[in-house]
């Protein structure tokens, strides 16, 4: 069955550096966008980023521009978001899915447009 698996959070002090990997399995990872969410404690789960199946297109939401950076590793079935610059806002659990197209959404943000989630990996920026 189809399974997402997120791994490399924890606790960083603030400006620090983290990377998440989305490990994939149960399906052909080549052939589907996958896009990362977070989820802070009492808010809506948010849209960061989104990559397409070839690489050749990325998204970021506008709060993580120019600090986070999305790609993947077809061969190792894995989707990564190297993250710097953390900010104490950045703590959220950080979930990864996969998209229903090889192309991401215009509106990437869009939960309805991914159909297999993970459990997610708690991020925590606190000095």
């Known amino acids: 069955q189809v399974q997402l698996v997120e791994s490399g959070g924890g606790l960083v002090q603030p400006g620090g550096s983290l990377r998440l990997s989305c490990a994939t399995s149960g399906f052909t990872l080549d052939y589907y966008a996958i896009g990362w969410f977070r989820q802070a404690p009492g808010k809506e789960r948010e849209g960061v980023s989104c990559i397409s199946s070839s690489h050749k297109s990325t998204y970021y939401a506008d709060s993580v521009k120019g600090r986070f950076t999305i790609s993947r590793d077809n061969a190792k079935n894995t989707v990564y978001l190297q993250m710097n610059s953390l900010k104490p806002e950045d703590t959220a659990v950080y979930y990864c899915?996969?998209?229903?197209?090889?192309?991401?959404?215009?509106?990437?943000?869009?939960?309805?447009?991914?159909?297999?989630w993970g459990q997610g990996t708690q991020v925590t920026v606190s000095s």
């Open positions: 899915a996969t998209d229903r197209l090889s192309t991401c959404n215009p509106d990437f943000t869009r939960k309805s447009v991914y159909n297999y």
